[in-house]
């Protein structure tokens, strides 16, 4: 169990409707990440909160945003979903803002959209 | 920008002959590389790291990873692969250099041990 945990595991929902996915890291860590694994894209790195502010940013879409609250916990918000957004949505966590310490991923979050 | 290239999509091995999983970087500064596994409908888990120092590292379940400059390849190895080893393993990079924080993954491979 890497302390990562991701609700929900499983979401199903229709094209253009909006989704809010969960993550609370490993406790002590200060930087939240967000990936999104899909079959034909592999890993893609969408974006990085350290202790409540965006360190950096990847391939992130507009219609997707994310925080990281006082507390830690980061939301992952996708709207105006399509059928391509269907992925595997992974949030991790590390110590310090990344440079050496090793990501500690959650489950995940299997998205789909219909 | 940095990059990560597994050239190989899948690798089968027998269990208990020796196994390697290739990785291949591209990094303007100095790199991190990390190996990462990821068993079925699970998230990556951690295996090891190069940071600086002994180009040889060791890691968990009896993986080490070999780090060559020149060739800019970061290649995983075991000496005796178990079934239990079968899973898909992840290379990843970042540039050491300070405000460098994004960690790109290859593509990943596919391992499969058999019996």
């Known amino acids: 169990d890497s302390g990562v945990t991701q609700t929900p595991k499983h979401l199903i929902t229709a094209t253009g409707q909006r989704v809010t996915l969960r993550c609370s890291p490993r406790s002590g860590d200060l930087s939240v990440y967000w990936y999104q694994q899909s079959l034909d894209q592999g890993l893609q790195f969408l974006i990085q909160?350290?202790?409540?502010?965006?360190?950096a940013k990847g391939n992130i879409l507009e219609r997707f945003s994310a925080q990281q609250f006082p507390d830690l916990h980061s939301e992952l918000n996708l709207s105006s979903l399509e059928l391509g957004d269907s992925a595997l949505y992974f949030c991790a966590s590390s110590v310090g803002q990344g440079e050496n310490s090793p990501l500690h991923f959650g489950n995940g979050t299997r998205l789909t959209v219909t | 920008a940095q990059s990560v290239a597994q050239p190989e999509d899948q690798v089968n091995v027998a269990e208990g002959n020796p196994l390697t999983v290739k990785c291949t970087y591209s990094v303007s500064g100095n790199p991190y590389l990390f190996w990462y596994v990821q068993y079925p409908n699970r998230g990556l888990q951690f295996l090891l790291k190069?940071?600086?120092?002994?180009?040889l590292v060791k890691g968990s379940y009896g993986f080490e990873a070999e780090f060559n400059k020149s060739q800019t390849s970061f290649h995983l190895k075991k000496p005796s692969a178990l079934v239990s080893d079968s899973a898909l393993y992840f290379c990843?990079?970042?540039?050491?250099?300070?405000?460098?924080?994004?960690?790109?993954f290859g593509k990943g491979t596919k391992l499969s041990v058999i019996p």
């Open positions: 990843a990079v970042r540039n050491s250099g300070a405000g460098s924080y994004q960690l790109t």
């Open positions: 909160y350290y202790n409540g502010e965006e360190r």
């Open positions: 190069y940071i600086t120092g002994d180009n």
